[in-house]
């Protein structure tokens, strides 16, 4: 590798590394103004996701990420012919979509029905009780009970103003019947080719491309069927994976799902837990050490994200944004007077700290004060200035997310430097093998 990555040791920042020049980086992989990889931490989630959270949907929905175990390999269908479930639009009122040469079939108390064959045009369902009205055109086809499927004769359909590949299925909300679940039911290599884009820019060198395209495929398959309480698979957003439809869809990362179609990443006879982040700082780290989930896979490595715009950060803090901050950790402290990293990892990130508040102190996972200050990543160190409401707070830190698994400024890098798809994968999951589906589900 041209660049080197940083030792495993405890993380300190010099104040010459926040003003680090461009043109430090090599030419060919100049940073982007901004980093679309990460989720933005201070962007609010759907309500019914907010409301089923608490008070840290966020931290919330990173747990529930490493807590779901994969199905094993000789348990998954045959993905050529089976669709996946993508939750488009939860708890609806009502939905909108266009179809063409569509066939409508309902399913209900009164079993199988066709509504329509051969229908084009605007469609409106709106919400019942344990069901929906159906309009087409504005003119009311009917009251129905159950679910509906929309096989369009096209290849692609409008739903809500976005199109889509595959059909559509609308189903009351299990959790709440008198409203609509909105999913899209899409074949895996369809799906994957909005998600990799959505994931990691498709003007980035082709073989971190196909490295993320593995991941991506193997999340999907491993979390096929984790919301079967509420009817569907996944959810269309950072709950699970970025995906637009085919508004998302580029070219080069088209061919970076053709290019993998069908392989997977797998470990002990399942698909892995494919943990992916933006940047790590240096160093990625281990689950059981940040999370406190022990992943044979998800172990520490050297990084090679010095490209990333968030290698090193300096972020401010304010009185008020750090009671806003601990608000949301549901704690009443006072003026909050220090923060003190009680214990990191042994790659540098923070595990817990101390607040200390005028009326009191509090031990906090760091990852929670992540998600609650908006911080970029675990991996800082703090110094503070001012007194009473004036005391501020100054993050020197390093990296975006949470850093475990696969680093994608690390394989953009990666890739630059001549490495391939699988080494990559191998680099980043430690004794894992890349699978055909195919073999995988066979009988």
């Given at each position: 590798?041209?660049?080197a990555?940083?030792p495993?040791?405890a993380?300190?920042?010099?104040?010459?590394?926040?003003r680090?020049?461009?043109?430090?980086?090599?030419a060919?992989?100049?940073p982007?103004?901004?980093?679309?990889?990460?989720?933005?931490?201070?962007?609010?989630?759907?309500?019914a996701?907010?409301?089923?959270?608490?008070p840290?949907?966020?931290?919330?929905?990173?747990?529930?990420?490493?807590?779901?175990?994969?199905p094993?390999l000789?348990?998954?269908?045959?993905?050529?012919?089976t669709?996946?479930?993508?939750?488009?639009?939860?708890?609806?009122?009502?939905?909108?979509?266009?179809?063409?040469?569509?066939?409508?079939?309902?399913?209900?108390?009164?079993?199988?029905?066709t509504?329509?064959s051969g229908?084009?045009?605007?469609?409106?369902?709106?919400?019942?009780p344990?069901?929906?009205a159906?309009?087409?055109?504005?003119q009311?086809?009917g009251?129905?009970?159950?679910?509906?499927?929309?096989?369009?004769?096209?290849?692609t359909?409008?739903?809500?103003?976005?199109?889509y590949?595959?059909?559509?299925r609308?189903?009351?909300?299990?959790?709440?019947?008198?409203?609509?679940?909105?999913?899209?039911?899409?074949?895996?290599?369809?799906?994957?080719?909005?998600?990799?884009?959505?994931?990691?820019?498709a003007?980035?060198?082709?073989?971190?491309?196909?490295a993320q395209?593995?991941?991506?495929?193997?999340y999907a398959?491993?979390?096929?069927?984790?919301?079967q309480a509420?009817?569907?698979?996944m959810?269309?957003?950072?709950?699970?994976?970025?995906?637009?439809?085919?508004?998302?869809?580029?070219?080069?990362?088209?061919?970076a799902?053709?290019a993998?179609?069908?392989?997977?990443?797998?470990h002990?006879?399942?698909?892995?837990?494919?943990?992916?982040?933006?940047?790590?700082?240096?160093y990625?780290?281990?689950?059981?050490?940040?999370?406190?989930t022990?992943?044979?896979?998800?172990?520490?490595?050297?990084?090679?994200?010095?490209a990333?715009?968030?290698?090193?950060?300096?972020?401010?803090r304010?009185?008020?944004?750090?009671?806003?901050?601990?608000?949301?950790?549901?704690?009443?402290?006072?003026?909050?007077?220090?923060?003190?990293?009680?214990?990191?990892?042994?790659?540098?990130r923070?595990?817990?700290?101390?607040?200390v508040?005028?009326?009191g102190?509090?031990?906090?996972?760091?990852?929670r004060?992540r998600?609650?200050?908006g911080?970029?990543?675990t991996?800082?160190?703090?110094?503070a200035?001012?007194?009473?409401?004036?005391?501020?707070?100054?993050?020197?830190?390093?990296?975006?997310?949470?850093?475990?698994?696969?680093?994608?400024?690390?394989?953009?890098?990666?890739?630059?430097?001549?490495?391939?798809a699988?080494?990559?994968?191998?680099?980043?999951?430690?004794?894992?093998?890349?699978?055909?589906?195919s073999?995988?589900?066979?009988p």
């Amino acid at each position: 590798m041209r660049i080197a990555a940083l030792p495993a040791v405890a993380f300190q920042l010099a104040p010459s590394a926040l003003r680090r020049s461009p043109a430090s980086v090599p030419a060919v992989l100049q940073p982007f103004g901004r980093d679309t990889l990460q989720v933005n931490t201070r962007l609010p989630l759907s309500p019914a996701v907010a409301a089923a959270s608490g008070p840290e949907p966020a931290y919330a929905v990173e747990m529930a990420k490493i807590s779901h175990v994969g199905p094993r390999l000789e348990a998954l269908p045959d993905f050529s012919v089976t669709p996946l479930r993508i939750g488009l639009a939860l708890h609806q009122t009502s939905a909108r979509f266009s179809v063409q040469n569509a066939t409508l079939r309902v399913s209900g108390p009164a079993g199988e029905q066709t509504v329509a064959s051969g229908l084009s045009g605007e469609l409106e369902a709106r919400a019942l009780p344990q069901g929906f009205a159906l309009y087409h055109q504005g003119q009311l086809l009917g009251r129905f009970a159950g679910q509906l499927d929309v096989d369009n004769g096209a290849n692609t359909l409008v739903v809500n103003g976005q199109l889509y590949r595959g059909n559509l299925r609308l189903l009351p909300a299990p959790d709440q019947p008198d409203k609509l679940h909105v999913l899209n039911t899409v074949m895996l290599e369809d799906y994957l080719r909005s998600v990799a884009p959505s994931e990691s820019p498709a003007s980035w060198p082709l073989e971190s491309l196909k490295a993320q395209a593995l991941a991506a495929r193997t999340y999907a398959v491993a979390n096929w069927g984790k919301h079967q309480a509420n009817g569907f698979d996944m959810r269309n957003d950072t709950a699970d994976q970025m995906y637009k439809g085919v508004a998302s869809e580029h070219p080069g990362t088209n061919v970076a799902v053709e290019a993998t179609r069908g392989q997977i990443i797998q470990h002990g006879g399942r698909p892995i837990t494919a943990l992916f982040f933006s940047s790590s700082g240096g160093y990625t780290d281990s689950s059981a050490e940040v999370w406190g989930t022990a992943l044979a896979y998800i172990q520490p490595r050297p990084d090679f994200d010095q490209a990333s715009p968030r290698y090193r950060w300096q972020l401010q803090r304010s009185q008020a944004d750090l009671q806003a901050a601990v608000r949301k950790l549901e704690l009443n402290l006072g003026v909050i007077q220090d923060i003190i990293p009680l214990s990191r990892t042994p790659q540098g990130r923070v595990k817990e700290l101390r607040i200390v508040g005028s009326q009191g102190n509090a031990d906090v996972n760091a990852n929670r004060f992540r998600f609650a200050a908006g911080l970029y990543s675990t991996r800082w160190d703090v110094g503070a200035s001012g007194s009473g409401n004036q005391r501020r707070f100054t993050f020197d830190g390093g990296g975006w997310g949470h850093g475990l698994g696969m680093s994608q400024w690390g394989a953009r890098q990666m890739a630059a430097d001549g490495r391939s798809a699988a080494e990559i994968i191998h680099h980043y999951y430690t004794d894992v093998q890349i699978t055909e589906l195919s073999d995988a589900s066979a009988p």
